[in-house]
């Protein structure tokens, strides 16, 4: 199994970014998605995470409405649009897939900052 996040980068407040996660060794279409972040000093948290076939996601409260979720099953990727990024959104982004026996990708890192 491997997961290959890609997309991060420095942005501006008010910014946008699109996290890839490619994936490979695994049914990709047979199992749920997540992102996590994680910022200096804190926990990993939960962002967005989405069902196998793509037919329902959930979201981090404070992401509500800013972030999206979707996947492509035929690409083995599943991304993350991040809109109207601020400071605070600041972190390690990785994807992970859950299951029996979870796995992580390696991180891409966020920056909002001016």
């Known amino acids: 199994v491997q997961l290959v996040e890609s997309g991060g980068g420095l942005v501006q407040p008010g910014g946008s970014l699109r996290l890839s996660c490619a994936a490979s060794g695994f049914t990709f279409r047979a199992y749920d998605m997540s992102w996590y972040r994680q910022a200096p000093g804190k926990e990993r948290e939960l962002v967005a995470s989405?069902?196998?076939?793509?037919?329902?996601?959930t979201y981090k409260d404070s992401v509500k409405g800013r972030f999206t979720i979707s996947r492509d099953n035929a690409k083995n990727t599943v991304y993350l649009q991040m809109n109207s990024l601020n400071p605070e959104d600041t972190a390690v982004y990785y994807c992970?897939?859950?299951?029996?026996?979870?796995?992580w990708g390696q991180g891409t890192q966020v920056t909002v900052s001016s």
């Open positions: 989405i069902t196998s076939a793509g037919r329902s996601t």
């Open positions: 992970k897939r859950s299951g029996f026996n979870e796995y």
